[in-house]
């Protein structure tokens, strides 16, 4: 798994892969889609990962002066909640009779629509017995080769040791569930996401009814296309994201699709469960973590007035989600990336790279995996997702007036209903 974190390991790695920069990677991996990202990938485009924390960093100082969640209320807070709808979605537990009560029962339930969202992602498939024939199959051995769905439990964290974030125990877990949840079409995951999202933007957080601006789930994906380096198109779709949306004469329009994108799977691949905290990590491969770059470095690429051009707000944020677990992500690109991503030959990254005062990395930090079958991983999404909407309301309103300025057709952007590749 990737996990390099400081410019000392990327070196070593790089030097191990004979590969530092975009250009070296060949024309075929250049123009392939983000779906299709691999470690390589990671390498040339000069990721760094940092250590992930059960809040993600980018927010934890507002939150902590500005939560209205975990603090309530105070004249100093810039966002209000209805409480009631926040404690039954954050402190109340899940219907006790989730698993088996009828979706118009639950429905009746506040916040009905996510219990029962919540209830197909947890359930396992009716599908009945299948009879297939039997085969005698022989493993093929190969050295590098893990077997996808491993549990490792009682091994050291691939990451780093730490608290564990929900409450789950060995005890609680199923391992045949988990195997069942990966039949599980991505949709389930990204309409159980997408609702949660609903709820907290849209019953928890009381928006200014007199303003012109609302911040919504977008439920559309985005397909983005981006030339990167002046010469390889590529491209991107993500599975929705967290838009503001601006209502103007003829009704309401999109202002900003990307306040933070959603890359939904499944379920996780693998996982590893703590001994000792009994904390489970979803073990993210090396595939989908490049698949979640290349959506950030293709959506930043075709619409840096958008996403920012100074350092300070040079950032893509992503959800990243998997059965029932989601994790907050934020890319932040160097002062000198965009001068990376414009050179058009090898030799002139490599000389960008070589000069020390200029930063041409990306920077990568995560909050833990929440898992929203539990009050206390509900109740941390939520902070998070009212820290996101702070941190664009004060880094990025300029940047989206400005894009608003911008003739029709000037974006590289799209909307599509289609499945992503």
């Not at 994108?261 to 489970?280: M, N, V, Y």
């Not at 293709?298 to 619409?303: D, G, Q, R, S």
């Amino acid at each position: 798994m990737f996990s390099i974190s400081t410019p000392q390991q990327y070196a070593h790695l790089s030097v191990e892969h004979d590969l530092a920069v975009p250009l070296q990677l060949n024309d075929e991996e250049l123009i392939r889609p983000a779906s299709r990202w691999t470690l390589r990938h990671l390498i040339a485009y000069r990721l760094l990962v940092n250590p992930e924390k059960g809040f993600l960093d980018t927010f934890k100082p507002d939150h902590d002066q500005q939560c209205p969640v975990c603090i309530g209320t105070g004249d100093h807070l810039q966002q209000h909640l209805d409480h009631e709808k926040t404690t039954a979605l954050t402190e109340d537990p899940c219907p006790a009779n989730l698993f088996k009560a009828k979706e118009s029962e639950l429905m009746q339930l506040q916040h009905g629509a996510f219990w029962v969202s919540l209830a197909r992602a947890m359930r396992l498939e009716q599908l009945g017995e299948r009879n297939h024939p039997n085969r005698d199959r022989k493993a093929v051995e190969r050295p590098d080769f893990v077997n996808p769905t491993t549990i490792i439990k009682g091994s050291s964290s691939p990451t780093r040791p730490s608290s564990s974030e929900f409450e789950l125990s060995m005890g609680d877990f199923d391992e045949d569930q988990h195997d069942n949840r990966r039949s599980k079409p991505e949709e389930v995951t990204v309409h159980l996401v997408m609702t949660f999202l609903q709820h907290s933007l849209c019953l928890c957080l009381m928006q200014d009814p007199n303003a012109l601006t609302e911040v919504r789930v977008r439920i559309e994906r985005v397909k983005t296309d981006a030339c990167i380096n002046s010469l390889h198109a590529t491209t991107a779709e993500d599975d929705g994201g967290i838009c503001r949306m601006r209502w103007r004469t003829i009704g309401w329009s999109m202002e900003n699709p990307y306040f933070a994108l959603i890359e939904a799977k499944r379920t996780f691949q693998r996982l590893h469960i703590d001994d000792k905290s009994g904390e489970i990590h979803p073990i993210v491969s090396n595939e989908t973590l490049a698949q979640c770059f290349g959506e950030a470095i293709v959506a930043w690429t075709a619409n840096r007035q958008l996403l920012g051009q100074d350092y300070r707000r040079c950032s893509v944020f992503l959800i990243a989600a998997a059965s029932t677990f989601v994790r907050f992500v934020h890319f932040q690109f160097g002062s000198h990336y965009a001068d990376l991503l414009d050179a058009t030959d090898a030799e002139a990254q490599e000389a960008l790279i070589a000069d020390g005062e200029k930063d041409t990395y990306v920077q990568m930090r995560s909050s833990k995996w929440l898992n929203l079958q539990t009050s206390q991983g509900r109740r941390i999404a939520l902070c998070h997702v009212l820290a996101l909407l702070r941190w664009h309301g004060e880094h990025s309103f300029g940047a989206e007036m400005a894009q608003t300025s911008m003739a029709p057709g000037d974006s590289d952007t799209s909307m599509d209903e289609t499945d992503s590749e």
